[in-house]
């Protein structure tokens, strides 16, 4: 709905998609205690780094616009004290102490989608515990992952890419709460 309004309005297309994805990410679930560093890390890589301030803008406006009586709550003040402290933390693969040329290297193998399938499960290992991210610790498990066949290979990518929704997995429940249904 955001798009085709902005759209309809003849904004520009880089504002459309950053409007849109502002709007479609402000309702995020975020609890202190339940959710985790690596749950932070990974709402970092699902937002950007770079739109944060924004997005705690939109949430902070629907607040207002709903009624509620503290615009900025406890909650947002912990989320904003979580992400300054994981935000050096890597949550990017080009943020890894190794690059696809290194998995090429350690493994011998050509360019291809095994070294992304590779790089994305060593990302998700390094969300969990950023000091897995050293040199020696990522080319143990390079070659570790380089033994399995594609079908393990992708199976361990798609159990990594299920993580990425332990931030939002309270947002059902919130909803449900705020419109009064079961």
Do not use: C, W
């Amino acid at each position: 709905m955001t798009a085709k309004i902005l759209d309809r309005l003849r904004f520009g297309k880089d504002l459309v998609e950053q409007v849109t994805h502002l709007v479609r990410s402000h309702l995020f679930y975020y609890n202190v205690g339940e959710v985790t560093e690596a749950g932070v890390r990974r709402f970092l890589v699902r937002v950007g780094p770079e739109n944060v301030d924004d997005l705690l803008k939109v949430r902070e406006a629907d607040r207002i616009g709903s009624g509620v009586p503290k615009a900025f709550p406890y909650k947002l003040r912990h989320l904003l004290f979580m992400i300054e402290k994981v935000k050096h933390d890597p949550i990017h693969p080009k943020m890894l102490a190794v690059r696809g040329d290194d998995v090429m290297k350690v493994l011998d193998i050509p360019p291809g989608p095994k070294i992304g399938a590779i790089l994305n499960v060593l990302l998700e290992e390094v969300l969990d515990d950023p000091a897995k991210n050293t040199r020696e610790n990522l080319e143990f498990r390079i070659k570790d992952l380089g033994r399995l066949d594609e079908k393990e290979l992708e199976a361990l990518a798609e159990k990594a890419r299920g993580k990425k929704e332990e931030f939002e997995s309270g947002i059902e429940a919130d909803m449900k709460k705020k419109y009064y249904v079961k």
